[in-house]
């Protein structure tokens, strides 16, 4: 059985750089800034104090609300300051507590103690996932406790983990997979009883032949676990998507996961859980891939969070003279760095760094209606009518051509023979469109 | 790191295919009709096609220095329109007609709708009906219809084409099979099939534009449906009419419409489905013309009326959304 969706399209996938390079720890950075809004939600708020000491692991924030997560300090030293650092994925500056290191990575008493997590109720892990601040890892950065807690008319049947890792490039999930599949099933089994499901799905693409190999290896045994292979094609990884694929569902437009009965999370993310509960571990640090033709010697890495984007790179060697953009996240739906003082934060899968020859910045040409873009789109919408409308401003038109249900997954733009930037047009009409609905 | 970075929306990352990618493609695969038409009708056929290249070029090129717009010539698209346009003609029209069909083609089917991208019409095909309204002898009389080359004479002998044989002797009254009118001027499927019959000079050869086209399914830039829809339709409709199917998918310029003219991307639907209506409506006009109509052919004028119902049908054919659910009842 061939485990896919219609539509995408699969780019040279780039993975060649990094995915043989074994999960690497970076050393702590010297300084860490850390932003108190790193997930989906509300901003948290601060409750140290400047000249506060703080270690590893020890909250510094508390949630601003049921949907948002708290951050913890990843290194051990004194805060600096509280102050306006540009934040990668955001695009502006924002609040962020800036620590600097003794040098010591002394831990917060109690983070890293083991328990007998078996004895723990389905609150009680819901509370520690909580509390860990644990947000999804693939790049949306929802909070993982409030996709764990859906209202009590919906019941959840499936916990689908996302190993898919279809960005080009990116090798952090992979790698993950092949070096601790133990802790990323011992996480899905965690939230499934959270959420009572009685199935796990591990979803791989099939350009990851190892991963599949081990996770099908250490599943065997279990009856209600399932690996499937999937085909390898962006956006196979898209939530909707990766749904489909598993239980053939589409999920209704404008609906969640759980419409259908499914929570899906990143197998970074089942790592973080497993780690939080288990372990006592907060999330302060995550991998990141850091790769791309125009970085000296490409790596993925164990950082900290709030590690500025500069000592990553600077660790792998420096980028080589070609480089033309820096990336946070994947090459399709990442975000463009314009500092390198931006840290990394709890969706930052990785940092790549493109050369012109790949990332090149073209002039658009009139769209000649080939019709790519329409036989694309995971989502089955017209992009290039919905584009004409937003560039002439008719957003309700927009609107109804479906401009709300794009994910923004750019396979529309990837494709387009006449280099037309669609992506940027949807960003402005659903921004446009969001401001026209608060205004009502 | 003090080099500036650049910053846009993603994906970052793009496809290296372009337009002018497209076009050029689209031109190689015309090679093996360019050939035949060279095999079949002499060096003139080529004359007539570098004739109408070069005056589409040039047409396109001056105007857009007129209007200050950025030149594009060079994305191919006005020796594409050039080509098929030279495809239209007999080979035996003077020149200069060709060269104002080219003119008028890229002047006013393309240029006053603000160029590549925004014609609502074939170019190719405004540029034959242009020519056939204002010089319809020189389009369409038997002087200009020219006997295919047979090797032994290098004269071209004036000829009427197999459409325009087979509906004359219907009109007279004929009561012989399709087949036995065209067996008396020695006219078979084969010859039909590679193009050795008079008509126009790209038209004729099915076999040296189907080698084109499936060379352009191949590599993704002909949605096969728009041929399959298009020839299955006039197959089918004149087979229940009592015609001769056969004859009516061969002959006359139905190869070159639905290969060519009609998946232009530009001016066909923009779906799947919307391609499929398109084809279904060429079919149907095109039999109906060559039927009832007064022209023995009927391809091009389907073509250009299917192309101003294109925005009604992408209207009407848009894709059912992922996800989409019809409302509930309260």
């Not at chain 1, 950065?141 to 807690?149: D, Y």
């Not at chain 2, 990352?13 to 079949?40: G, N």
């Not at chain 2, 590549?116 to 034959?128: E, V």
């Not at chain 2, 090797?151 to 004036?158: L, N, Q, R, V, W």
Request: one cysteine or more.
């Amino acid at each position: 059985m061939k485990y896919t969706f219609s539509g995408g399209y699969h780019p040279p996938d780039g993975k060649s750089y990094s995915e043989k390079m074994p999960i690497e720890k970076m050393p702590s950075p010297k300084i860490a800034a850390i932003h108190l809004h790193q997930q989906f939600g509300a901003p948290s708020k601060a409750i140290v104090n400047i000249g506060d000491e703080v270690k590893v692991g020890q909250p510094i924030s508390e949630a601003g609300g049921f949907v948002s997560a708290p951050v913890h300090s990843s290194i051990s030293g004194k805060v600096k300051a509280i102050a306006k650092i540009t934040d990668a994925a955001a695009g502006n500056k924002s609040d962020a507590v800036i620590i600097e290191s003794d040098g010591k990575d002394e831990m917060f008493p109690g983070v890293g103690e083991k328990s007998d997590y078996s004895q723990f109720t389905a609150d009680e892990i819901k509370k520690k996932i909580a509390a860990a601040g644990i947000t999804g890892m693939g790049g949306a950065r929802f909070p993982t406790h409030v996709k764990l807690s859906p209202p009590a008319e919906k019941k959840i049947n499936y916990i689908i983990l996302n190993g898919v890792e279809c960005e080009p490039y990116l090798t952090a999930d992979d790698r993950l997979m092949q070096e601790s599949p133990d802790t990323i099933i011992e996480g899905l089994k965690l939230m499934m009883k959270v959420t009572g499901a009685e199935k796990g799905i591990i979803g791989i693409e099939k350009n990851k032949p190892e991963s599949i190999r081990i996770m099908k290896e250490k599943t065997a045994s279990m009856h209600d676990i399932k690996v499937i292979d999937l085909e390898v094609k962006y956006p196979q990884g898209g939530e909707k998507q990766l749904i489909f694929a598993s239980i053939g569902k589409e999920v209704p437009s404008g609906g969640l996961p759980m419409d259908v009965g499914v929570v899906v999370s990143n197998v970074g993310t089942a790592n973080a859980v497993y780690e939080a509960v288990a372990m006592n571990k907060p999330f302060y640090e995550r991998v990141v891939s850091v790769t791309g033709e125009s970085i000296a010697s490409p790596k993925n890495l164990l950082v900290r969070i709030g590690t500025p984007t500069s000592e990553l790179i600077e660790f792998c060697g420096g980028v080589k003279e070609d480089v033309f953009k820096v990336i946070n996240g994947g090459p399709m739906m990442g975000a463009a760095m314009y500092s390198m003082e931006a840290p990394v934060h709890k969706g930052t899968s990785g940092i790549l760094c493109l050369s012109k020859e790949n990332a090149a910045v073209y002039e658009e040409q009139p769209c000649i209606s080939c019709g790519k873009c329409v036989s694309v789109c995971p989502l089955r919408l017209v992009p290039t009518e919905i584009q004409m409308n937003v560039q002439y401003k008719k957003y309700e038109q927009a609107e109804k051509l479906g401009i709300m249900d794009c994910m923004l997954c750019g396979t529309c733009a990837y494709v387009c023979p006449a280099k037309r930037n669609l992506v940027h047009y949807f960003k402005i009409g659903r921004a446009k469109i969001a401001e026209m609905k608060r205004k009502k | 790191m003090d080099k500036m970075l650049i910053v846009s929306a993603n994906p970052h990352i793009r496809d290296k295919s372009s337009i002018a990618k497209i076009m050029y493609i689209v031109i190689l695969s015309l090679v093996p009709a360019i050939f035949a038409s060279y095999w079949f009708f002499g060096f003139r056929a080529i004359i007539l096609i570098l004739i109408a290249m070069v005056s589409c070029v040039v047409t396109e090129a001056a105007i857009q220095k007129f209007r200050k717009k950025p030149v594009t010539v060079y994305d191919g698209s006005a020796i594409l329109t050039g080509i098929l346009l030279a495809f239209n003609v007999p080979a035996n029209i003077p020149w200069w007609i060709v060269m104002l069909g080219s003119v008028f083609a890229i002047a006013i089917a393309k240029q006053a709708f603000g160029g590549l991208g925004y014609n609502i019409f074939n170019p190719a095909l405004i540029g034959r009906a242009f020519m056939l309204a204002s010089w319809p002898v020189e389009m369409t009389s038997n002087k200009f219809w020219t006997q295919p080359y047979t090797g032994e004479t290098m004269d071209a002998i004036s000829s009427a084409t197999p459409l325009n044989l087979v509906k004359t002797a219907l009109k007279d009254g004929s009561t012989k099979e399709t087949v036995e009118i065209l067996a008396e001027k020695g006219i078979g499927y084969w010859e039909l099939f590679i193009g050795n019959v008079s008509g126009c000079i790209g038209e004729t050869s099915f076999l040296a534009l189907l080698i084109g086209v499936i060379a352009l399914i191949i590599l993704g830039l002909v949605n096969w449906r728009v041929p399959f829809f298009y020839i299955g339709t006039v197959f089918i409709m004149t087979w229940l009419m009592g015609y001769d199917p056969i004859f009516h998918v061969l002959a006359g310029g139905l190869a070159l419409g639905a290969f060519y003219m009609a998946t232009d991307m530009v001016t066909s639907p923009i779906s799947n489905n919307g391609n499929i209506i398109f084809a279904l409506g060429l079919g149907f006009l095109t039999v109906s013309i060559r039927v009832w109509g007064g022209y023995p052919e009927g391809v091009s004028y389907s073509i250009l009326i299917m192309n101003c119902l294109v925005p009604l049908i992408n209207k009407f054919s848009v894709p059912k959304k992922f996800g989409f659910v019809k409302p509930k009842k309260a």
